[in-house]
């Protein structure tokens, strides 16, 4: 019997990719630019750091499972409390999902390159991890429901998806949701929800709700919260039932919690946050198609570059480190010739075009 199961041996720990002092010290460059991880360019949002200040002086309690945060997102989303779930970050919820839900002959199905976080987490399981290709760097719903079979347990789909930044509308949704047995439990992952709702075609699943349905969201994104670790969930009330026997007792700390209480309140700061990325993404997609990128249309904070080859994008991602410009390949999500670039602040997303154009 080995120490190890071997689906565990097989993974790789996650890389988190390179932070801005390493390469400032790494390439002597006084400034570095981050479009690595689709964090937030504009920082935290302030009513989520006085809300975190304030509660400095109750640290030495325990803290409460997240039942405030539960409570206020029952409230603002007209849901009862019995419907939410709050923990350390959307994958620390993805990761009680996985261990509540899946048994040893279940199956569990997405698209090719999904989200790295599930991959890892789905695959740390020991189940079997099914995909289908993406169409057109769209999910290929036909493709998924037609995959479906009786061991089938999750289906996973991130709308915005990540990498692509591609989206699902709400008929392509019913169309697939019509396959799907009522036993299949569906993670709809949207983290990136807040930078897509105002595109008509982008259904917000709060609006469509169904019992096998459980809706991810973050506060890592548009709220500038990475750091913190704090994401929600809403659900039928068996299925939070279940998670809640499962997670961590005292996930999301106070921290956390009184952080995201403070951001959901940040309506400046969520407004600020989505002109600058909706400006970003129109003059990224524009630039780089301009000079001749493929650009699939993106409704997230991140845009994809398919490249010539595995080569190309090893190139590009290099010289661009160079400049003290990072940007993340997609190797470890399946697509080798691939980069992402997260929107920056104005002048980084035109430093980076600039640097790009100029002979890269
Ligand atoms: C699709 C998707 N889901 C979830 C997450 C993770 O969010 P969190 O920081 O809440 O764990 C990310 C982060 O990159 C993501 O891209």
Known sequence: MPLVPPYIAALRPYEAG?????VRREFGLARVIKLASNENPLGASPRALERLRDS???LNLYPN????????????????????IAGSGSEGIMSNIIRAFLCDEDETLTTESAFIGFQTLAKSRGVAYRTVPYKDWHYDLEALAGQINERTKIIYRANPNNPTGTIFTKIEFDHFYAHVPERVLIILDEAYCEYAKDDPRYPDSMH???????????FSKVYGLAGVRIGYGFAHQELIANLLKVKLPFEP??????????ALAD????????????????????????LGFEVPPSDANFVMLPLASEQEAARVTENLLCKGIIVRRLTAFGLPHAIRVSTGTDEENRLFVEALSGGI
Do not use: C, M, P, W
């Open 267 to 290: 309506k400046e700061f969520l407004h600020r946050s989505l002109e600058l990325n909706a400006r970003g993404i129109r003059y990224l997609t524009e630039s780089l198609r301009g």
């Open 56 to 58: 400095a002086g109750a």
């Open 208 to 218: 469509y709700r169904y019992d096998n349905v459980i809706t991810l969201r973050t």
């Open 65 to 84: 499972g997240g039942l405030d945060l539960r409570r206020e997102l029952a409230r603002q989303y007209d849901v009862r409390v019995e419907n939410v």
């Open 18 to 22: 390179r932070s801005s002092e390493e």
């Open 253 to 262: 700390s106070t921290l956390a919690q009184e952080a995201g209480i403070g």
